[in-house]
């Protein structure tokens, strides 16, 4: 019955030491004795033999970054593609989107998604809560899709704005917004996953109607652009051709007028 009292190895570890401070010569003191002490539980530490020898195992250990602070307490500042990492203190000039006067196509084609939006109507800064605004629509117009969208374009241009009815001067003003600049036929949005080409040209429509501009839809493999003008069917050498090249045979040299058909030529003013 003292068993059922006895729950931990330490308890009975103390019994065997209290019976054992007295001298009891009883048969009975004796029986209990040697129950106690087939109860008690000595904690022998065995150890595993090591394999691997000492050299080896100290060429195992990874050798750590030094003087790195594992946490921060401050909040993270990366930034995304809607709001840069940079100050919003550090004043930044209006700009002009980039002209490829050079015939350069980057940025007109397909290059991660199936599907893309091509700005075709001309050069302009689009806000960030506009390009927020058509995510949100692509997200709600695919809900439940497989798919991936990606953004071509990053707002890292910061507006100024001084207000409404001020005087002129008195500084550049203060920080209103993010803006992207977006060039003339530059691809703005991306998307490749398990959807339907009809699906996507919805989401697309429903996108090109709430950004600013006139927008087309597009696929992966499209030719590119430059300018204004599409390469299908022409390559870029064409183009930076002075003029086109003319044959010797279709030239026909230009008869010049005689005396005597300019004299015998009556002027239209008489009558």
């Known amino acids: 019955m003292l068993t059922d009292y006895l729950l931990t190895v330490t308890h009975i570890d103390k019994a065997v030491d209290y019976f054992d401070s ?11 004795l040697g129950a106690f002490r087939s109860l008690k539980i000595t904690h022998t530490p065995t150890t595993r033999p090591s394999i691997i020898s000492s050299a ?17 307490a401050s909040a993270s500042m ?25 015939g350069s196509t980057k940025g007109t084609t397909v290059v991660w998604g199936d599907y893309g939006l091509r700005m075709i109507d001309h050069h302009r800064r689009i806000s960030a809560q506009q390009l927020k605004i058509a995510e949100d ?7 439940g899709q497989k798919y991936r969208l990606y953004k071509r374009i990053c707002c890292n241009v910061g507006v100024f704005v001084s207000g409404n009815e001020m005087r002129m001067g008195k500084g550049k003003g ?7 600049r977006v060039a003339v036929n530059q691809i703005v949005l991306e998307l490749r996953g398990v959807v339907h080409e009809q699906v996507v040209r919805d989401a697309f429509r429903l996108v090109g109607h709430k950004l600013p501009g006139q927008y087309e839809f597009v696929k992966k493999g499209e030719p590119p652009v430059v300018g204004i003008t599409k ?25 010049l007028p005689t005396e005597g058909s300019e004299a015998s030529r009556t002027p239209l003013d008489l009558p």
């Not at 990366?78 to 050079?102: F, H, I, S, Y």
């Not at 069917?233 to 045979?249: F, H, M, Y």
């Open 22 to 32: 007295y001298d009891m010569r009883s048969t009975t003191s004796s029986c209990l």
């Open 56 to 72: 080896a195992a100290a060429s195992q250990t990874i050798a750590g970054p030094q003087n790195v602070r594992l946490f921060s």
């Open 137 to 143: 629509t692509i997200k709600g117009r695919l809900r």
């Open 231 to 255: 390469l299908d069917g022409i390559t870029l050498e064409d183009l930076k051709r002075p003029r086109r090249k003319v044959s010797a045979e279709t030239l026909h040299p230009i008869s």
């Open 78 to 102: 990366a930034g995304n593609w809607l709001e840069p990492q940079t100050d919003r203190k550090k004043k930044m000039m209006k700009g002009r989107p980039r002209v490829p006067t050079g």
């Open 174 to 180: 203060g920080f209103d917004h993010w803006a992207a």
